[in-house]
Nanobody, 115 residues
Framework: QVQLVESGGGLVQPGGSLRLSCAASGFTFSSYAMSWYRQAPGKARELVAS????????MYADSVKGRFAISRDNAKNTVWLQMNSLKPEDTAVYYCKALYMRAYWGQGTQVTVSS
């Protein structure tokens, strides 16, 4: 069956870094655009970053430009989100999403930025 499994979240101090991973299975990963979303308590889920199926095109929310980087390896069926210079406002549950003929979501991983 289709699975998207996020990992790499945790507690980090402001200014620190984390690398999130999303391992995919059960579908043709290389055909799907991949995205990272996040949802903070009491707020709507928001798009953080996206990458096209081949990995040659990326986009970022203004709030993370220059700090976050999305990448993928189609041979490993994995997408990553490198997060640098983390701020308290980056605290949220981070989800990966696959989109082509339909959308698939992971279960999320918690990122907490706090001193």
């Amino acid at each position: 069956q289709v699975q998207l499994v996020e990992s790499g979240g945790g507690l980090v101090q402001p200014g620190g870094s984390l690398r999130l991973s999303c391992a995919a299975s059960g579908f043709t990963f290389s055909s799907y655009a991949m995205s990272w979303y996040r949802q903070a308590p009491g707020k709507a889920r928001e798009l953080v970053a996206s990458i096209n199926s081949a990995g040659g095109s990326t986009m970022y929310a203004d709030s993370v430009k220059g700090r976050f980087a999305i990448s993928r390896d189609n041979a490993k069926n994995t997408v990553w989100l490198q997060m640098n210079s983390l701020k308290p406002e980056d605290t949220a549950v981070y989800y990966c999403k696959a989109l082509y003929m339909r959308a698939y979501w992971g279960q999320g991983t918690q990122v907490t930025v706090s001193s």
